[in-house]
């Protein structure tokens, strides 16, 4: 895994906000530059550090390879004067629990500092020569640690979570000391389907959120996720929840819980235009669970509170 | 793929809405009965068809293989004179477009029924001794003609879906034809990540619909789906919408469309109650779409005008 450091000109909030990077591939008089060569050398999972006017904000994971590119119409008149022919980058970016100001801690990145092309100066400026510089594995661990980004990932998005289901269907296609039955049932209890949707749909059939009661519309969300739980847990019609599919995304990335008598717990870093938005009012009161998910809720609500804290 | 027939009883418009079939494993003497029998060779993709008081008015799909379980508390007092060990069949039931009357077709129906062990008499009554009922492949075909189901098929819920995913990709990887940065490239777009991702974003930076802004609880969705797409299109940022995940599956499943001025289209079989539940104007009037997206809204609207008719 590689690691990137990205200084943004004016266009970096937009860039960071569109989830990718571009430069052109030249200097206006056409001449080389390592900082725009380099995005062709990121490769999916690397991890780039976003520096946007001296601090150090968001943190992205590389996506994709970079792709021949003109400049996005969306940087607009930012960067008019450089070349049409570049280089689009996908990162996907989030912010930083704690953005970091580099001049305020020189003693610890100046030493980690690359000797050419480096991303700032020793008194903390940023080189705006250099576009994206790759950084030494010791100067990522210490900025991931200075902005409480240690556990950077990509986000659950769609596609890292059909991944991870590619993944753990293969895992259980694979347990010899499973029987071809119960691969076929735990295969399709990962993907919400057959014996565990319809256990689950008995316990709820409409939404608990919404009372959305089209079962094409609702998935059969696991309680206590996946990776956590035995192959009975797995299985548990009780370790279920039937949820509208933008509810389903909000209780999956723990933003959202329930207490056994039905209250909503909101996590208190969600923005609350989100549950606006999707007019979901913040103070819920609904149905009470069956005392057979009890367990699972704690579970999940436990992981909320840790998320917090 | 096998065809059945279930003779539900009183409990059978339950067990649709939440897609299973359950019935004892023995008759209340401890007798075997075939009908009983038959839900443990019932097999995943199977289809069944649904007979409730004299009327075929669903079909659905077998999504797993039967399971042990004690009758639901679902089914409450019907069938109290159950025994409590049987089996549960798990079912993706659709309601028919044309529900049909056996009785008002025997001339066709009769001839084609099983010689032992037949889901309704000569007459048209059912035989209500007969719980799931084996049925031949003319007597199937001749019911998904009558009730219009001629293309049934599992809805596309989660399980389906992914197991598209899964199926695409692996054509992706086999295409001998493609470098391996187009391959990586489609299978990141198949699922709405990477470069398709990226460009889709500078397009739509909010949902659509809701405007929601939180990138990580949005989808990239295909406008001309995966499947009828060159793989010039599949990569196209003007063939995508970011869309709340909720939007995203009444649009994937062309139940909403949009006009190229923002219009959005409501397919006239479409509940009301499913936008209302989730609060979705059903007249809503967006921003206009980019040209370059209009030829794929085409498309689009096609397919839903088409389900229409």
Same mark, same amino acid.
């Given at each position: 895994?590689?690691? =990137? =450091? ?19 591939? #030249? ?9 725009? $060569? ?6 999916? *999972? %690397? /991890?780039?550090?976003?520096? /946007?006017?001296?601090?150090? *904000? ?7 390879? @970079? ?8 940087? *607009? ?20 629990? #704690? ?22 100066? +020793? ?13 030494? !594995? ?9 902005? !409480? ?6 986000? +659950? ?53 919404? *009372? ?14 996946? #990776? ?7 299985? $548990? ?10 509810? $389903?995304?909000?209780? !999956? ?15 208190? %870093? ?7 938005? =999707? ?19 704690? =579970? ?6 840790? @998320?917090?804290?």
């Amino acid at each position: 895994m590689g690691y =990137w =450091w990205v200084n943004h000109s004016q266009a970096g909030a937009h860039e960071v906000a569109r989830d990718y990077l571009w430069s052109p591939k #030249r200097e206006q008089g056409g001449a080389r530059n390592q900082g725009y $060569d380099n995005m062709a050398l990121a490769q999916p *999972g %690397d /991890i780039v550090f976003s520096h /946007i006017d001296g601090v150090v *904000g968001y943190v992205g994971v590389v996506t994709d390879l @970079a792709s021949e590119s003109s400049k996005p119409a969306g940087l *607009g008149k930012v960067g008019s004067y450089w070349s049409d022919d570049g280089w689009l980058l996908p990162v996907s970016f989030q912010p930083v629990r #704690r953005p970091v100001v580099p001049k305020q801690h020189l003693d610890a990145l100046v030493p980690e500092l690359p000797k050419k092309y480096s991303p700032i100066q +020793p008194n903390g400026h940023g080189n705006q020569k250099t576009y994206l510089a790759a950084i030494s !594995d010791v100067l990522a661990r210490k900025l991931l640690h200075l902005t !409480d980004a240690d556990s950077v990932s990509a986000q +659950p998005t769609d596609a890292t979570a059909a991944a991870q289901v590619q993944a753990d269907i293969e895992a259980i296609q694979k347990s010899t000391d499973l029987s071809e039955t119960e691969r076929q049932r735990l295969s399709n209890a990962r993907i919400g389907q057959g014996l565990f949707r319809s256990l689950v749909l008995i316990l709820h059939p409409v939404c608990k959120v919404t *009372g959305m009661a089209d079962k094409r519309l609702l998935r059969a969300s696991h309680i206590k996720p996946w #990776r956590d739980c035995t192959n009975t847990e797995r299985l $548990d019609g009780a370790n279920g929840i039937m949820l509208s599919p933008h509810i $389903d995304v909000l209780f !999956d990335q723990g933003l959202i819980s329930f207490e056994n008598d039905g209250r909503m717990l909101v996590r208190e %870093d969600l923005a609350p235009e989100v549950l606006a938005q =999707w007019s979901i009012p913040a103070d819920l009161n609904l149905a009470p669970f069956h005392s057979s998910q009890w367990g699972y809720l704690a =579970w999940h609500r436990q992981q909320l509170a840790r @998320a917090q804290a």
